[in-house]
T-cell receptor
Framework: ELKVEQNPLFLSMQEGKNYTIYCNYS?????LYWYRQDPGKSLESLFV?????AVKQEGRLMASLDTKARLSTLHITAAVHDLSATYFC?????????????FGKGTHLIIQP | GAVVSQHPSWVICKSGTSVKIECRSL??????MFWYRQFPKQSLMLMAT?????????EQGVEKDKFLINHASLTLSTLTVTSAHPEDSSFYIC?????????????FGPGTRLTVT
């Protein structure tokens, strides 16, 4: 059974600070996704990581993937209030067909002025 | 491009009744759609994988007779919650893959909030 663990589950930080969210998963996969969810809304795709060593950046967010360690990170640089949201990582089973995603529990991020 | 819609966006129904939720890919064809459920302040859980023209594949613990899924065309999948009970109240989100586009991307609908009274 594929398991995805995120930490921390809750993070309160000040604007301007840097922080990292970690995502560990239990079985072989090279498809790792990061999503953002605002309260009452659906998911917004942030990053799709498809290979070992993949690194993607968008604004103040940067995601990386280490398939050997089964670890992905989402790094926040110089946080701003608008980044307050819940962030999910998700892993797709590598089964050859179309597979649904297994999500981590999410990291509830609050960025205070 | 790659827009997924859901209808209705929210619905309230009485216990014992059935409710249908639609998931449409508006500008692309999707052989596969997925249905997820999210309880308040929790993560998303995959319920089932919906394939056009064939029976849906349900995840362990999801009652197929209670959550009926029909994927009648390349742009429409429906989820019917039968004999709904208050514990079925949740946020239901579908996603779809674009055949002709990025095979790794899943496009999520805006979700349907179901409240069973």
């Amino acid at each position: 059974e594929l398991k995805v663990e995120q930490n921390p589950l809750f993070l309160s930080m000040q604007e301007g600070k840097n922080y990292t969210i970690y995502c560990n998963y239990s079985t072989t996969s090279d498809r790792l996704y990061w999503y953002r969810q605002d309260p009452g809304k659906s998911l917004e795709s942030l990053f799709v990581l498809l290979s070992n060593g993949a690194v993607k950046q968008e604004g103040r967010l940067m995601a990386s993937l280490d398939t050997k360690a089964r670890l992905s990170t989402l790094h926040i640089t110089a946080a701003v209030h608008d980044l307050s949201a819940t962030y999910f990582c998700a892993v797709e089973k590598v089964g050859g067909g179309a597979d649904g995603l297994t999500f981590g529990k999410g990291t509830h991020l609050i960025i205070q002025p | 491009g790659a827009v997924v819609s859901q209808h209705p966006s929210w619905v309230i129904c009485k216990s014992g009744t059935s409710v249908k939720i639609e998931c449409r890919s508006l500008d692309f064809q999707a052989t596969t759609m997925f249905w997820y459920r999210q309880f308040p302040k929790q993560s998303l859980m995959l319920m089932a994988t919906s394939n056009e023209g064939s029976k849906a594949t349900y995840e362990q613990g999801v009652e197929k007779d209670k959550f009926l899924i029909n994927h009648a065309s390349l742009t429409l999948s429906t989820l019917t919650v039968t004999s709904a009970h208050p514990e079925d109240s949740s946020f239901y989100i579908c996603s779809a893959k674009n055949l002709a586009g990025n095979p790794y991307e899943q496009y999520f609908g805006p979700g349907t909030r179901l409240t069973v009274t």
